[in-house]
């Protein structure tokens, strides 16, 4: 059995505070994320966790036992945070630049700064919104010092010098039409008609010329909408139709994702200066705290069931680092007892 230690830090915090919007507050989490959670704690075991009868939420025996091996958990981390604190060399401090899109910074900034504030409190982070083009600009000037981008896999933009990278989400492309149209078959069927693409240079306008060369679809407009938030306006409205992220698609209205075939997945990538000074190991802090605010934000997204389905944690691998060993297959016994020839 593969436990989460995170989720068993959240039973913790319920069983400490009583119920799932106090142990939410002590976290800085939402209540839904923090039932999320649970769920899948109570999945990972295959028994309930707490008792829900009553008019108070009370642990079960199998939810004290967690419980106690989650304030464990809590108690060895508190200390490890001591000792590291008294360490000053390797204390995280000093300014850090977080470059980002606005779509982003609308979802995960604030978490961030919570959770730097709480692991790091000496770090010193600034967001600024960014784009691709000019958070690559900046990051090259050590203007920023991490950078958000949203890349497509197949085209993914090389990696300045001195910068490592991490991906953080990929999800797989959906062609999206206004729910007012006729739900197309082929993708011949959208040819002709008007579509919502965005600059060539972007993971989406890149994505949108890859599948409209692949199927012969000739838009009779190409509209431009970088901003997700066109994007959603111009969908509603009936404007064309568009090629965007499944989890972001879900969680659209008035729309139609179709099952046409759309090769390759838009990837999140984390860039950061690397190194051994003090500024790249606050760029490491960073990228935790990012990836730890997207997981939260997307556990919250699915728990109040703004998208379909489970969210699945897997390694991503950047498509801009060496490819991971494949393992090799162990090789047939060999029959020593074969009969002679002849």
């Known amino acids: 059995m593969d436990l989460d230690p995170r989720r068993l830090l959240v039973l913790h915090a319920i069983a400490q505070s009583g119920g799932l919007a106090p142990a939410a507050r002590a976290l800085g989490h939402t209540r839904s994320a923090v039932s999320q959670q649970l769920a899948s704690l109570e999945r990972e075991v295959g028994l309930p966790l707490v008792d829900r009868?009553?008019?108070r939420l009370?642990?079960?025996?199998?939810?004290r036992l967690l419980a106690a091996t989650g304030e464990r958990i809590s108690q060895e981390l508190t200390l490890a945070a001591e000792q590291l604190g008294a360490v000053n060399d390797h204390v995280v401090?000093?300014?850090v630049a977080i470059g980002a899109t606005s779509w982003?910074?609308?979802r995960v900034a604030a978490p961030v700064l919570r959770l730097l504030a709480r692991w790091h409190p000496r770090l010193e982070p600034r967001f600024v919104e960014a784009g691709l083009t000019d958070g690559l600009r900046q990051l090259r000037l050590g203007e920023v010092d991490v950078l958000v981008i949203t890349d497509d896999r197949d085209t993914a933009v090389p990696l300045p010098p001195a910068v490592g990278a991490q991906m953080l989400s990929e999800d797989e492309y959906r062609v999206v039409v206004p729910a007012a149209w006729d739900t197309p078959a082929t993708a011949a069927e959208l040819s002709g008609r008007p579509w919502i693409s965005a600059p060539e240079h972007s993971a989406r306008g890149r994505a949108?010329?890859?599948?409209?060369?692949?199927?012969g679809v000739e838009p009779s407009v190409e509209h431009l909408a970088d901003h997700?938030?066109?994007v959603q306006a111009m969908l509603a409205g009936q404007v064309g139709a568009a090629v965007l992220p499944a989890f972001l698609a879900a969680q659209f209205d008035h729309v139609t994702v179709t099952a046409l075939p759309v090769h390759g997945s838009q990837i999140t990538r984390m860039l950061y200066r690397t190194g051994h000074g003090g500024g790249a190991t606050a760029s490491r802090a960073v990228v935790d705290a990012l990836r730890q605010a997207a997981r939260d934000h997307a556990e919250a997204a699915t728990a109040a069931g703004r998208v379909k389905g489970d969210i699945v944690v897997r390694p991503l691998h950047d498509p801009t680092a060496p490819a991971p060993p494949t393992p090799r297959r162990p090789l047939p016994p060999r029959d020593t007892h074969r009969p002679p020839p002849g």
């Open 104 to 106: 982003v910074l609308a």
């Open 228 to 230: 997700m938030i066109a």
């Open 93 to 95: 401090r000093g300014p």
């Open 58 to 63: 009370e642990l079960t025996a199998a939810g």
């Open 53 to 55: 009868s009553g008019a």
């Open 208 to 215: 949108f010329a890859r599948f409209a060369h692949t199927h």
